[in-house]
C-alpha cells in the first residue's frame, strides 16, 4: 500500500524567522505610546488549553516560535522567551535571537527574570485574558516587590498590530448524543447545581471548554485535535445556563435538545453577563481561570475553588467505558494493520511516510473525528526525543537494527485513544535494547496489574513503574499516565500517575500507563496502554480498586527476554495478547489475522 | 534458664481511677478563682517528646489516664481525655468516664470540640510551655473565631494542686565520646553555624532534647528508653553555646571536654536568657517549640522555619553507622539465643514472661544502656494489635498453633536497634498464616532490595512494601518505615517511609522496614529490620540509593511458601540468612549456633 498524505497532520519545518524584528520594534513602540515599560506575552489564550486557533497564537506572531508551550517577555532594552526541554533547541531555530534570549523555564523561571530586569515606578502591560488568576498574581506580587505596576489592558496590543490575523472559529457546533455520553446534560446540571448548593453558591463560572463540552453534551471543531467549542457558560444554582457563544453555531436541532434552560448569549455581551452577576456568590477555579472574569465580576461575591466539574468528568460512566472499549477495538485493528505492514511491507520508510500510513489506516476505521495529536514517530536516535514531533527537515529514514517508537492516538466519537509502541526494524536486536525493552515492560505490567486500596494516589503508584529500571540504574524524565477524556482531551485531569500526583484514583477514571526508557543519541523505548479504574475485591479484608486495559495491539516479543520476567509478569503478557488476537483478529484480512496469532502466540 | 524479672520494663496493670474526681473538682475551684471557663492539658511536657518524666505526668495526674500520647480539656460543665486508636480502650478503663467523656481524635479533633462547648466571652487557660508554637495557635485561632479568649498561664494550676509531684530528674550528664559520635561537637557547631549564616540569622534555640544530645555529643537518663537530657541550649552563630542546665549535672571532664564556648546557665535564668536575645534574629522551629519560648523571645526578629538540625542528625556518619552494625550484632546474638531458646525449651510462657527473659538475654550483651522502648509482645489475638503493651492483667500464654509477635529493642551506647519478630509456636501453622507471612515477607523484600533514584522520597518507596498484600485485598494501617537515632530516639524524622513523607532519603539515614498484616482477633504479623540508606550505583545512567540491612535474627522459614517467592525474592532471603549466620554464630554456644545454621539454610 503507498503511503498517502495525511489530513489531520502538518509536516513542514518550522518557519524562519522572518519579520521577527519588525514586529518587535512595532510593539515596542506601541508600547512606548502607552508609556508601558514592557508586555508579557503567553502561548494561552483565554480558554488556557493546549491548542489554541491560529488567530490567537500570539506567541508565534511576536517571535516565530510554535511550540505548544511558552512565554515571551518583552522589556525595552531586553527580550526573553521562556520554553521547557523539549523547546530549547526548537525555539532557537525559531526566534531571532539576537533579539530575543531562550531561556529553559527550569533554569530561570519568567517571574525571577522580570524581577531581575524590571525598574521601580514603571508599568508592565499584561492581557488579564490570557493569564489564569493564579499566574496573574503571581507577576502581580513581583512588580509591587519591585517598586513597580502591572497593567491590565483593555486590549491586547498585538491584535492591534497583527493586520492578517486570522479569523477565529466559528464553526458549527456538534451534539454529543446520549449514546456515547451516556447521561444527559440535564443530569449533569443538576448534579453539579447539587455541589454549588453544598458549597452555597449561586452560579459556576465555567471558562475551562473541555468543561462546557461535558456538561452541555457537546463537541466541536475549533482547534486541533481536541473537539472544543471555544465559549464561556455561567452555571446558575437553578439549573439554567448563560451560554456565551454566537448563537447562529447551534443548530435548530441541537437548540431543541438543550431546551430553554440554556440561553444563548453571544460572547461580545460576555463582559454584561459577567457585571450581571453582582451580588451573587460565584465558584470559579483561579488555576484555569483568566484574571479577566475575576476583574468583571464586579460586586459578585467570589469562591475560588477546585473545579467541581473536573472530577465527575473524570470518573467515566458505563456508557463511555462501553465507547472507550469500542474507539480501542477499531484503533486496535488499525494499530495491528499498521504494525503488519510495518514489518511486512518492503518499500523503504521514512518517519513522515510511516506515520502518514498510520493516518490512513486509522482514516480507514469508523468514526474517526481526528487523531488525539501529532504523531509521536521517531526512529533511532529521534526515539529518545520525548516529545519529538517529526517534521522534513527533520525526516530519518527506519533502518535495520534501530528502534522505532510511534505514539499516536485518534479521537473517535465515542471514545479518545493513546497508544505507544516500540518497533525493532529489521530481525537482530542489540542486547540493550532487549534488556532495556523488558524492563519497561515489567514497570508496565506492574502498573496494570496492582491492586490497591480505595484512596490511593497517583504518586503511590508510580515507583511500581520504575523499579525495574531503578534496579539497572535507569530512570525516565517524564510522568508515568496522565488522564483521558471521552472524546475530548487526550490529557485530562484531575488523576495521573506521577510523583506529584494527589489524586485518588476512582472507578471509571481512564489513565495512561507509559513507563520508558531514552538512550540519548541511540534509541527511545515506551509502551504506553490507556486502561481505566476498576472495583478489584473478589476476596481479601478490604475492597480494593485496580486496572482494566483498553488498548489493542501486540508489544514486540522479539524485544522480551522472556527469561527476565517473573512468572505473574509472563501470565500477564500472555493474557493480554490472547485478547489483544481474540478481540481485533476477526476483523483483519486473513494474512494479517494470521501475522497477528504469531506476535500474540504465548511466551514461554 | 528460668525467666527473670525485667529492669527496664514495668509490666503493671493500669492503675484505677482513685481520686480523679476530687483533682478534677479541685482543677476547676482553681480554675474558677483564676476567672478561667476551662483548661487544656497535653501529655506532652515542654519538650514535646514521647517519654516525659514521672513529675511532667500531668495527664495522668488529672484523668489517670498513662497512655504516650494524649490531651485533654476541662471545662466547669464538661471534660473531655482525646486519644489514638490504640488507647480508646485503655484510657476508658484508667479514668473516670462519669467526670471525663474518651474520644477517638480521628472521630472529633479538640479543637473541633472545643469550639463546640466554647462560650463567647470567656477565657481558656493554656500552659504555653506543654504546646507547640503550631498547636497553640490552632487553639488561639479557634478562641478568636467563637469570640473567646486564650489565656496564657505564668504557672500551671495542676503543679500549685500536685502535693506529691515526683522532681524532676537532676543526673549526671553522660558523655557520648567521639569514637560513637564519630564527630567532634565543635565541628557539629561549625556546620550548623554555617547554615544560620546562610540564612542570616544569630542564633538558633534548640529545645528538643535529642537535638542537644546530637550537637553536643551528650547523652542522659532522664526520661525512660531515650537517652536525653531535658534542658534547653541557644547556639550562636559566634559558635557558642547558652546550655541551660543545672551545671552540677556536668562533670568536670565532660566541661573540659566541652571548652568555653559552651556556658552552662542554671534553668532558671531561661527566662533572662531568652530576653537578652532582643535585637538578634532568633531561628527556631515552630512545630517543636513550645509557644512560651516566642513569648519570652520578646525583642528578637523570629525567623520560623524547619529545624536545621534534623537533616545532619538524620545523616549518620561512618562511625555512627559502623557502631549502628555493632549493636546490631549484639543485638543479633541476644535475638538468635532468645529464638532459640523460645522455640526450643519445653518451659510454659507467657508474654510477660517471654519479654523479661529477652530483656535478659540483651542485659547479657556488653554497652546495652537500656531498651529503646517497652516490648511488644503479643500471642495469638493480642500480635492483632498494633501497639500492644502487655501488662499483667492482659497477658497471655503463648500456645501451640499460634504466632508469637515481638517488637523489641535495645539502647547500646554506640547505637538503636528495633526489630521485630513473627514466630510460629509449635510445629504447624495454619495455611492462613503461612500465605500471609509469605506477602509480608514480600513486601519486606520488595523495600530492602529496593534502587532508587537520588530526590527519592519514602512516600514514593511506600507502595512497594504493599502491593503483594493489595494483591490479595489486604493492608496494614500504620506507617511502612520510621526512622531511627544513633543512641538516641527510636522514632526520629525527619525521613520516613508512608505515604506522606515528602523528605527525599539521603545516604547515611536509618530506616525501618515494617510491613505487616493484622487478623482481628486471631493473629498479627510484622517483619521489622532497620536498613540505612547507601549508595547504589554500579551501573546505569544515573547515580543510585540503595538499602543495607542491618538487623541479624533469622526470619521464621516455616511460615514462608517458598513457591510464592520470585527467583530474586529467594536470592535475597538466602543471602540475608546467610549473613545471619556468618556474622552471629561465632558468637553463639554450639547447640545454639548448630540451631541457628538450620534456620538460615537456604531456601530451594
Known amino acids: 500500500m503507498a503511503s498517502m498524505q495525511a489530513l489531520y497532520q502538518d509536516f513542514s519545518a518550522p518557519d524562519s524567522t522572518g519579520d521577527i524584528a519588525a514586529r518587535v520594534n512595532a510593539l515596542r513602540t506601541s508600547l512606548a505610546e502607552a508609556g508601558l515599560a514592557g508586555f508579557i506575552v503567553p502561548r494561552e489564550d483565554e480558554y488556557q488549553g493546549e491548542y489554541v486557533p491560529a488567530g490567537n497564537e500570539r506567541l508565534q506572531w511576536l517571535t516565530g516560535f510554535n511550540g505548544s508551550a511558552g512565554l515571551a517577555i518583552l522589556l525595552h532594552d531586553h527580550a526573553a522567551l521562556f520554553v521547557d526541554g523539549r523547546y530549547t533547541l526548537q ?18 523561571k519568567p517571574s525571577a527574570w522580570l524581577a531581575d530586569h524590571i525598574e521601580a515606578d514603571t508599568e508592565i502591560g499584561i492581557d488579564p ?39 477565529l472559529p466559528d ?3 456538534q451534539d454529543h448524543p446520549i449514546d456515547v455520553a451516556g447521561e444527559t446534560a440535564s443530569h449533569k446540571i443538576e448534579s453539579i447545581c447539587a455541589l454549588l448548593d453544598d458549597a452555597g453558591q449561586n452560579a459556576l463560572l465555567i471558562t475551562q471548554p473541555e468543561n462546557i463540552a461535558w456538561l452541555l453534551n457537546i463537541r466541536g471543531t475549533d482547534v486541533p485535535h481536541t473537539p472544543f467549542v471555544l465559549s464561556t457558560a455561567i452555571l446558575h444554582s437553578d439549573q439554567t445556563v448563560d451560554w456565551h457563544i454566537a448563537p447562529e453555531r447551534i443548530s435548530d436541532t441541537l437548540r431543541t435538545r438543550l431546551s430553554a434552560s440554556v440561553r444563548l448569549i453571544p460572547p461580545t455581551d460576555l463582559a454584561k453577563g459577567l457585571a450581571a452577576q453582582a451580588g451573587k456568590a460565584v465558584w470559579l477555579d483561579p488555576i484555569t481561570t483568566p484574571m479577566w472574569f475575576i476583574q468583571n465580576l464586579k460586586g459578585a461575591q467570589i469562591y475560588e475553588a477546585a473545579d467541581p466539574i473536573a472530577l465527575p468528568k473524570a470518573r467515566k460512566n458505563a456508557t463511555e467505558i462501553s465507547g472507550a472499549e469500542q474507539a480501542h477495538l477499531w484503533d486496535g485493528v488499525a494499530l495491528c494493520r499498521f504494525l503488519h505492514w510495518l514489518q511486512t511491507s518492503p518499500e523503504p520508510k521514512t518517519e513522515i511516510s510511516v506515520a502518514c500510513q498510520l493516518e490512513a489506516f486509522r482514516r480507514d476505521q469508523p468514526r474517526l473525528r481526528d487523531l488525539s495529536f501529532d504523531t509521536i514517530s521517531g526512529s533511532g536516535p529521534n526515539g529518545a526525543i520525548v516529545h519529538y514531533r517529526v517534521n522534513q527537515a527533520t525526516d530519518r529514514p527506519l533502518e535495520d537494527g534501530t528502534l522505532y ?19 525493532l ?24 496489574k496492582v491492586t490497591f486500596p480505595i484512596g490511593t494516589t497517583g504518586a503511590q503508584l508510580d515507583a511500581l513503574a520504575r523499579a525495574p529500571l531503578w534496579e539497572a540504574g535507569l530512570d525516565f524524565d517524564h510522568g508515568t499516565g496522565h488522564g483521558v477524556g471521552s472524546y475530548l482531551s487526550v490529557h485530562e485531569g484531575p488523576h495521573r500517575i506521577s510523583k506529584e500526583s494527589d489524586v485518588p484514583l476512582q472507578p471509571g477514571m481512564i489513565v495512561s500507563n507509559e513507563p520508558g526508557y531514552y538512550r540519548a543519541g541511540a534509541y527511545g523505548i515506551r509502551i504506553e496502554n490507556l486502561q481505566y479504574v476498576v472495583d478489584a475485591s473478589p476476596k481479601g479484608d ?16 522479539r524485544l522480551i527476554d522472556a527469561t527476565l520476567l517473573a512468572p505473574d509478569e509472563r501470565d500477564w503478557l500472555n493474557q493480554y495478547h490472547d485478547e489483544v488476537y481474540h478481540m481485533v483478529s476477526p476483523y483483519l484480512d486473513e494474512p494479517v489475522a494470521h501475522w497477528l496469532k504469531a506476535q500474540c502466540a504465548p511466551i514461554t
Chains 1, 2 share one sequence.
Open 171 to 173: 464553526f458549527p457546533v
Open 542 to 557: 478490604r475492597p480494593m480498586l485496580g486496572f482494566q486495559t483498553l488498548t489493542r495491539a501486540p508489544i514486540d516479543r
Open 129 to 167: 485574558r490570557l493569564h489564569s488568576a493564579t499566574m496573574y498574581r503571581q507577576f502581580e506580587r513581583l512588580c509591587i516587590k519591585a517598586g513597580a505596576r502591572l497593567r491590565p489592558l483593555a486590549t491586547n496590543p498585538i491584535d492591534e498590530l497583527w493586520h492578517d490575523r486570522p479569523a
Open 425 to 448: 526494524m529489521g530481525t537482530t536486536p542489540h542486547p540493550d535494547m532487549v534488556g532495556h525493552f523488558t524492563r519497561v515492560l515489567r514497570g508496565h505490567i506492574a502498573l496494570a
Open 405 to 423: 517508537l510511534v505514539d499516536s492516538g485518534g479521537q473517535y466519537d465515542c471514545g479518545t485513544t493513546d497508544v505507544t509502541r516500540t518497533v
Open 91 to 108: 525555539a532557537a531555530q525559531q526566534t531571532d535571537t539576537s533579539l530575543i534570549s531562550v531561556i529553559h523555564s527550569a533554569d530561570q
